[in-house]
C-alpha cells in the first residue's frame, strides 16, 4: 500500500493514528488483524476502526480510488477469516466501535449496531423485555451473523436472524449512505439478506422483536455407547422425529457426535408439563441418561447456550481448524442404509485428529416459511444442516483429517439416490468447487445482477464473494 492510501485512510479517520493500523505497526497481527482460523494467515493491507458512518464512507472512498479491496468484520469468526479480506492486501474495517443500540415500545423494533455481539445483543434487549432468534456463540458479531443467515435454537419459532431485518443501514461502494428495506432499495435489502459482505457495510440494523419468553425446557439424552448399530438406530429415530411435518415449533434439537458420544439436546420453548406431555423419552432406543433444566428467564437459558456452544471453534481462541456443512430437506432424508455407512465410516475412519465434532442441527418451522426468492439466502428447505469440525492444537490441519470431513460429505452425496446438495455461508469452506452456487444457489444470478449496480468495482470482495460478470 502506498504512503498516498495510508494517508488517505488516516485523513478518513480524522488523522487519529488509533483508528487505522498498517503492517508497521507494533503487534500488527495479534492485536490489530487476529486471525481466526490459523491455516489462513492473511495480512490485509490496513485495519481500521472507525467511529462514525461518515468514516466508513471515507474508507471505502480511499479504497475504491486505490481499487484496494474492502470486507467489514463484526465479531471475526469467519471460518477462512473473509473478515479480514480472505487473502492478503483488503482493507479491513472493523465494527467494534458500532455498539449503539434503541429501543421503540410502539413498533417494537430494536435498532442495533453492527459491531455488537450476541451476548450484548441478548443483554440489551432483555434489558427491555424482548427477544429475537440468533445463533449461540456469544461471541460472534451480529453484523456477520445477520447478513449470513443466524440460525439458531429459537429460529423454528421466529426465523433467522436475517429474518427479522426490518431495515438497514448501509455504506455501498460509492461511498452513499443508504437504507435498504422491503420498501427502499429493495434489491440491496435482498442481497443483504444472506450475501451481505459482497454488497456494502452495514453499520445498523432495525429489527423485530418478540416478547422475551417465559418457561422453556432444556434437554440432554446420552446414549449408550455401544455398538455401531445401536448409534444408528438412534440417529434413525431422531430423523424419524424432526421430520414429523406436525412436529411443534417450539421443539429445537441438535444431534452432536465425537469419540465415543451421541448426544441429543435442545430446548423446548414452554412448560415442563407441556414438555413431558410430549413424551421425547420414549420416542428413541433405550438411553443411557436423560436430564431436563427448567429455566423461568430467557437471560438464563441463553447463557446456558452460550456455555454450551461448541459450534463457537476454539472457544473464540485462535486455533487451526477446517470445517465442512451440507444441507437435508424433507426430500434428501438420509436412507437407513446409508446411516448404517456413515456411522461405520465414522467407527472406522482415520480422522489425524482427537479433536473433531459432528452436529446435526434442526432448522424449518419459521425458517421456511418465506419463498427462496425473498432474500439471499436459499437453503429456506433444509430440514437439518449436518456441521463438521476438526481442530489441530498442534499445526495446520493435515490432508488426513480434511479427507475424513470430506469423505462425510461425500457419503452423503455419493451413495443418496436423491443427494443432498449446497453449503452455509456462515460455516465458509475454502475448499468449494463451486461455492456460490453452493451458498446462494438458484438465488445467485440475481445476486450477480445487483452486484454489477451497487458495486461494478468489485469493492467488497473476498475469495467467495458474489462476482462481477
Known amino acids: 500500500m502506498s504512503l498516498a492510501v495510508q494517508q488517505c485512510l488516516l485523513d ?51 479504497a475504491a480510488e486505490a481499487d484496494i479491496k474492502v470486507q ?36 417494537h423494533y430494536a435498532t442495533i449496531g453492527a459491531g455488537t455481539l450476541l451476548a450484548d445483543v441478548t ?29 439458531g435454537p429459537a429460529s423454528r419459532m421466529w426465523g433467522s436472524a436475517l429474518d427479522q431485518i426490518e431495515s438497514a443501514q448501509v455504506v455501498l461502494a460509492n461511498s452513499s449512505i443508504v437504507t435498504a428495506s422491503a420498501t427502499e432499495n429493495s434489491d440491496l435489502f435482498f442481497a443483504i439478506q444472506g450475501a451481505g459482505a459482497s454488497f456494502g457495510i452495514v453499520t445498523d440494523f432495525t429489527f423485530r422483536t418478540q416478547p ?25 429415530a431422531w430423523q424419524k422425529l424432526i421430520s414429523d411435518p406436525d412436529l411443534p415449533r417450539e421443539f429445537a434439537s441438535n444431534v452432536i457426535l465425537t469419540e465415543g458420544i451421541l448426544l441429543i439436546q435442545g430446548t423446548y420453548f414452554g412448560t415442563k408439563t407441556e414438555f413431558d406431555a410430549f413424551q421425547l423419552e420414549s420416542k428413541f432406543p433405550a ?47 438420509i436412507p437407513d442404509d446409508v446411516v448404517d455407512d456413515f456411522f461405520e465410516y465414522l467407527d472406522t475412519a482415520d480422522k489425524g485428529t482427537l479433536t473433531w465434532v459432528i452436529f446435526l442441527d434442526l ?18 428447505d433444509a430440514l437439518f444442516w449436518i456441521q463438521t469440525y476438526a481442530i489441530d492444537l498442534l499445526g495446520p490441519v493435515s490432508a488426513t483429517t480434511k479427507t ?31 461455492p456460490q452456487d453452493e451458498y446462494w444457489g438458484s438465488n445467485l444470478e440475481r445476486l450477480i445482477q445487483i452486484k454489477a449496480a451497487v458495486d461494478p468495482q468489485d469493492v467488497f470482495h473476498n475469495p467467495q464473494s458474489v462476482p462481477v460478470k
Open 287 to 333: 438411553n443411557q441418561g436423560f436430564n431436563t433444566t427448567v429455566f423461568n428467564d430467557w437471560l438464563g437459558l441463553v447463557g446456558y447456550w452460550a456455555v454450551d456452544a461448541v459450534e463457537d471453534v476454539g472457544g473464540g481462541l485462535p486455533v487451526h481448524f477446517y470445517a465442512k456443512s451440507l444441507p437435508f430437506t424433507n426430500k434428501t432424508l
Open 212 to 236: 422475551a419468553p417465559g418457561e422453556a425446557v432444556q434437554y440432554q439424552l446420552l446414549f449408550n455407547l455401544g455398538d455401531t448399530a445401536s448409534r444408528a438406530d438412534t440417529f434413525k
Open 72 to 107: 467489514a468484520r463484526s465479531g471475526g469468526h469467519s471460518y477462512a477469516n473473509y473478515g479480514i479480506g480472505g487473502v492478503d492486501g483488503a482493507i479491513v474495517v472493523d465494527m467494534q466501535n458500532f455498539q449503539q443500540f434503541s429501543y421503540d415500545p410502539t413498533t
Open 363 to 380: 432448522e424449518g418451522g419459521k425458517i421456511s416459511d418465506p419463498p427462496v426468492d425473498s432474500s439471499a439466502y436459499f437453503h429456506r
Open 404 to 434: 475424513f470431513l470430506n469423505d462425510i460429505n461425500d457419503i452423503f452425496i455419493t451413495k443418496m439416490p436423491n443427494p443432498p446438495y449446497g453449503a452455509y455461508a456462515g460455516y465458509v469452506d475454502p475448499e468449494l468447487a463451486n
Open 123 to 151: 443483554n440489551k434487549l432483555d434489558s427491555v423485555g424482548r427477544a429475537m432468534a440468533h445463533g449461540t456463540g456469544p461471541q460472534i458479531g451480529i453484523g456477520g451473523h445477520a447478513t449470513i443467515g443466524g440460525l
Open 12 to 62: 478518513a479517520v480524522g488523522g487519529n493514528i488509533l483508528l487505522a493500523t498498517f503492517p508497521t505497526t507494533l503487534l500488527y497481527q495479534q492485536l490489530d488483524v487476529k486471525p481466526y482460523n490459523l491455516d489462513h494467515p492473511v495480512t490485509p493491507a490496513a485495519v481500521t476502526f472507525p467511529e462514525t458512518i461518515q468514516q466508513i464512507a471515507n474508507i471505502v472512498s480511499c
